[in-house]
């Protein structure tokens, strides 16, 4: 049978180490998506304008 004490310094290590990463990846810039939104419409637009011209046709 496990021992039911658990140890707080554990914890406090692993909370600390968890802080430390969660303010890293805040501190990271983040890349906009803007670029691919932009090109996903492009693509969408193509797509309708050749669908329409077959259909015109």
Not at 10 to 35: C, I, K, V, Y
């Amino acid at each position: 049978m496990s021992d039911p004490q658990i140890d707080p310094a554990g914890n406090t290590q692993a909370f600390r180490a968890f802080a430390q990463n969660q303010d890293a990846a805040t501190s990271e810039p983040q890349t906009s998506r803007l670029p691919i939104w932009l090109a996903a419409g492009a693509v969408l637009v193509v797509a309708i304008v050749v669908i329409a011209y077959l259909l015109v046709r």
